[in-house]
């Protein structure tokens, strides 16, 4: 196990900079999730990590060595591609020996170290089978396994899951976590997916074309986003946005409604402002009037989009809905929902 | 009871034809018949007729008659045929092994990102294109006994004093129709493993690369054994297309000098038309037939499916 240290991280092909700059530190054993859309330079910091491109600037630290330098090998890492990248024409228990295969070690020596990893990973009935043969879920099993064997300071992983199904999806989360748990190998993770973000990260790096947005706990991001890129990235369905100007009654919308506002923090009389309201924080029953569009009843939730002072909201209630389009209802606002950005710099301004 | 009696009563059978047309079967060899016609008129008549003269003396302007296996026990004893076996082989072996290893080279080379890589992959297929009678007679002028140019190299630079006569001694003749058809044959093989390594995802050199291996081992324990199926294949044909080869021999040697670049494929052209010992070059023809089979059973086994390939993706 080992720290890993990002340092003023840049990336650029040719003339074009995709990385501007990255700094993030990882602690020991921590299990940190990159997210972004595609395009961040998420897998391309990770791919930096693990020596597959080259640092066209700053400095990347394992444990205390800068490892800018140093061929992927000898970096000490394990990596789970999202392809998986398994050796076809090999066997799954050489597949996961590969690696101490060509380090030397003896045969036997390496089937007592494939044959614990293979079952903490329920693969010990597969040893013999080559990959065509096996399912999705499977590979990802046997890749990680590959990464298990080779007993890593750090442990990259590449969108592994986004070639499964939804439901082994959800299962294979809970199984890296679990594993994660049990070895505690510092590892770093890349997805698109906020959800794997907020329920795999001990920290999420929330990242935009080239630069870090906000690092943080899950439920961090979540309650305090630090701008509209995160506010809007993190939760699902997204925070409403809705612009207004600042007053002291609260947030006027263009249409004249007004809503409240608890925490101004650092808004100014008459500034313009983005009022961000998550979908959840509504409840029905207020003095807010929502124009109801389309009602979605889910079973336990019921979301319900409307048009809310000119521009379209979602919410989520708990309680089921009723009300058909075209009506209008009052809602209630938890003051915990909302948050307030400054509307040129996206800034927050809520505490 | 009565019901069972209803059912009985036999189906009126319609007329034979119809249920021949009908059937899948049936129609399914009604298609094959233009195909079937085509192999029997081009393939199957052509070898049989050869292998029918094999085993007559006849001539050119003259019917022959069967001698049964005459012609072979006359070749048995007759050294030209066996200097043309031995020349074979030689060609085959040496031609094959170094278009392989040159070929693969080539492919690596431009399977890695190079600048201008289009243009080179193009460039690769030009001694593929031409036609093989023109390379064979930029070859001649280059082999040429007074006016080669790598004999002019050579001289300009000191290493020799006078030309090197290419293909007029039995030795340097070999070496250098090998090294014509070797020119040649490299485009067929460079591609076709080009587009076998093309297959190979990138993320397997990659995981190999963090496995710790060396890019010795990266291509010894994945981009090889990953190739073969492709090198299979290619290399049975390429083996084929050498064991046959005919036109480069005919314009730069003729088989000479003194038979010493003589393939069967000449040898046999040569006794049967300008020889006008029909039977004989029919024999010598028909002689090929266990090496090329040899050749066919090599590939039958290199192709089947290796185990890893099983299963689906």
């Known amino acids: ?31 940190v999730v990159l997210v ?25 630290r394992i444990g205390d060595r800068v490892v800018n330098h140093l061929p992927p090998k000898d970096r ?38 494939v044959r614990p990893a293979a079952e903490i990973l329920g693969l010990a009935h597969l040893l013999d089978r080559y990959p065509r043969q096996l399912s999705g879920g499977q590979r990802q099993r046997v890749a990680m396994g590959r990464a298990i064997v080779r007993d890593p300071q750090v442990f990259l992983f590449d969108e592994p899951l986004s070639n499964l199904d939804a439901k082994l999806r959800v299962s294979m989360r809970a199984e890296i976590k679990n594993l994660h748990q049990r070895l505690k190998t510092t590892t770093v993770y890349v997805t698109h997916d906020q959800i794997e973000a907020m329920t795999m990260a001990d920290k999420i790096v929330v990242m935009h074309d080239g630069i870090v947005e906000q690092i943080g706990a899950p439920l961090d991001l979540y309650d305090r986003p630090a701008n509209l890129f995160v506010a809007g990235f993190i939760g699902s369905p997204a925070m409403n946005f809705l612009n207004g100007v600042f007053g002291p009654d609260g947030v006027t919308l263009a249409d004249g409604t007004v809503l409240p506002v608890t925490d101004a923090g650092a808004a100014k009389a008459g500034q313009q402002v983005v009022y961000g309201l998550r979908p959840e924080s509504m409840a ?68 | 009871m009565a019901h069972d009696e209803a059912a009985a009563v036999p189906v009126p059978r319609r007329p034979a034809l119809r249920r021949f047309l009908e059937s899948r079967n049936g129609l399914g060899l009604l298609f094959m018949l233009p195909a079937a016609v085509f192999l029997l008129c081009f393939l199957t008549y052509p070898l049989g007729l050869g292998v029918w003269l094999g085993f007559t003396d006849t001539k050119i302007g003259r019917t022959g008659v069967f001698v049964g296996l005459e012609n072979y026990a006359w070749l048995f004893d007759d050294p030209v045929f066996w200097l043309s076996v031995f020349n074979t082989l030689i060609y085959t072996v040496v031609a094959s092994i170094a278009k392989f290893a040159l070929g693969l080279w080539l492919a690596l080379l431009l399977n890695r990102n190079l600048p201008m890589k289009k243009f080179f992959r193009a460039v690769i297929l030009l001694p593929w294109v031409v036609p093989t009678v023109l390379s064979a007679m930029a070859f001649w002028w280059i082999f040429d006994s007074q006016f080669s140019i790598i004999s002019w190299v050579l001289m300009k630079w000191g290493v020799i004093s006078q030309p090197i006569n290419f293909l007029g001694d039995p030795w340097t003749a070999r070496w250098s129709v090998i090294a014509a058809n070797v020119w040649r044959g490299i485009p067929f093989v460079a591609i076709s493993l080009l587009a076998g390594l093309q297959t190979i995802p990138q993320s397997l050199n990659e995981a190999a690369a963090i496995d710790g291996a060396t890019r010795w081992q990266m291509f010894t324990k994945v981009t090889l054994p990953l190739l073969t199926p492709i090198i299979a294949v290619v290399m049975t044909f390429s083996v084929l297309f050498t064991f046959t080869d005919f036109q ?6 003729r088989g000479g000098p003194v038979n010493a670049t003589h393939l069967m494929a000449t040898l046999s052209f040569q006794r049967a038309i300008p020889g ?18 040899a050749a066919i059973l090599f590939s039958f086994f290199g192709l089947q499916r290796r185990r890893w390939q099983q299963g689906n993706d």
């Open chain 1, 1 to 31: 196990m080992a720290s890993v240290t990002i340092d003023g991280l840049r990336k650029s092909y040719g003339a074009t900079e995709v990385l501007h700059g990255v700094d993030v530190d990882i602690a020991e054993g921590e299990f």
């Open chain 1, 36 to 60: 972004g859309p595609s395009g961040c330079g998420k897998s391309t910091l990770l791919r930096m990590l693990a020596g597959l491109e080259h640092i066209s600037g700053g400095e990347v």
């Open chain 1, 76 to 113: 000490d890492i394990a990596m789970v591609f999202q392809n998986y990248a398994l050796y076809p024409h090999l066997t799954v228990a050489e597949n996961m020996g590969f690696s101490l295969k060509l380090s030397g070690v003896r045969k036997a020596q390496i089937a007592e170290k």
């Open chain 1, 284 to 351: 029905l029953g207020g003095d807010v009037p929502l124009t109801v569009e389309v009602t979605e009843p889910t079973g336990a939730e019921t979301y319900v989009v409307g048009q809310l002072g000119g521009a379209e909201v979602t919410g989520v209630f708990r309680t089921r809905v009723t009300a058909k389009p075209g009506e209008q209802i009052g809602i209630r606002i938890d003051p915990a929902g909302i948050h307030l950005f400054d509307a040129a710099s996206g800034a927050r301004l809520s505490h």
């Open chain 2, 248 to 253: 480069l021999i005919y314009v730069l040697t």
């Open chain 2, 276 to 293: 006008g010992q029909l039977g004989e070059g029919a024999a010598i023809a028909v002689a090929m037939i266990p090496f090329l089979l």
